[in-house]
């Protein structure tokens, strides 16, 4: 049977479908969730922590993840830091990965169902509408924007959406503790609003002649 990767995808596309796949056999180790650096104030008035100006306790590693729907949070030393920094690393690039193929995917499914229809024949007879144009054209500078807002927008997600699981728990203090790791995130992301703004500026229509 003819394979249909190579049959469907054009020569540029086969060859980006092979990059991807061998991107994929680089990729070690990986984990999910948020590592954040920590800081608090104990309850000891006489403490530095209480100081003017406040030298609190830390910094600490703590990473928080989902474990069978519940936010599980972990203290981690510096040496567990780092080994967790690149894992983590190597989860955000094999979802960029896992995203192109499915992109590249779809193009190639498209194609072969569109080319197995009865009316393929028929539809090839009438005129293309302007609706079949595609409205989304794909440039360099706007796949840049994408892949720098998924890579800042993946740990603040997931520090909001611990934060949305603590409110319908209605657990006030795993509130208040997931809007200080979401604080802490955002503020460890200070190019997370300028990306989105950039991306919003990015011309995303082909204009219609």
Known sequence: MTD?????????????????????Q????????????????????????????????GPYWQWTRKVQGKTVTTRLSHE??????????NARHLDQLIAQLDQLSTQLTDRTLAAASPSRTASAAAPASSADEPAFRMTRRLADALVALSELAGPVADAAQQWLDA?????REAIAEAR??????????????PTMARLLRIPRFTPRS
């Open 26 to 57: 680089e990729i070690g180790p990986f984990r999910r969730g948020t590592l954040l650096s920590v800081t608090n104030v104990c309850g000891k008035p006489t403490c530095r922590c209480h100081a003017q100006p406040p030298q609190p306790h």
């Open 80 to 89: 567990q830091a780092a080994l967790l920094r690149v894992w983590l690393d």
């Open 4 to 24: 249909p990767v190579r049959t469907t995808f054009s020569t540029q596309e086969l060859t980006r479908w092979r990059q991807l796949l061998a991107q994929l």
């Open 180 to 193: 200080h790791d979401l604080d802490e995130v955002l503020n460890e992301s200070p190019d997370l609003l």
């Open 167 to 171: 409110k319908d728990d209605d657990d």
